[in-house]
Nanobody, 125 residues
Framework: QVQLVESGGGLVQPGGSLRLSCAASGFTLNYYAISWFRQAPGKEREGVSCISNYDNSNVDSVKGRFTSSKNNANNTVYLQMNSLKPEDTANYYC????????????????????WGQGTQVTVSS
């Protein structure tokens, strides 16, 4: 069955870096866009980054700091997060888009059919 498993979260100081991983199983990354979303307590879920074989999109607040990538050979998507800020603190989820590419609506949660369980990222001194 389809599964998405995130890892790599943790506690980091402002200005630090983390790399999140999203291990996919039960399907092939070549045929789907994968996005990262985050949700902080009391806030709405927010699309962070999307990657597919055709395109890559990021929300404005992380441009120049976060980069998503993928390794089709091991069916894993990554989110490299640099220059982390306290406002990046959230639970981060990866999700499978219903198809390709990321397109203009990549940050609409309704476009996704499978979600991981999330990994917590805390940015604090």
């Amino acid at each position: 069955q389809v599964q998405l498993v995130e890892s790599g979260g943790g506690l980091v100081q402002p200005g630090g870096s983390l790399r999140l991983s999203c291990a996919a199983s039960g399907f092939t990354l070549n045929y789907y866009a994968i996005s990262w979303f985050r949700q902080a307590p009391g806030k709405e879920r927010e699309g962070v980054s999307c990657i597919s074989n055709y395109d890559n999109s990021n929300v404005d607040s992380v441009k120049g700091r976060f980069t998503s990538s993928k390794n089709n050979a091991n069916n894993t998507v990554y989110l490299q997060m640099n220059s982390l800020k306290p406002e990046d603190t959230a639970n981060y989820y990866c999700a499978r888009n219903r198809g390709l590419p990321c397109g203009r609506t990549w940050n609409d949660a309704k476009a996704y059919d499978y979600w991981g369980q999330g990994t917590q990222v805390t940015v604090s001194s």
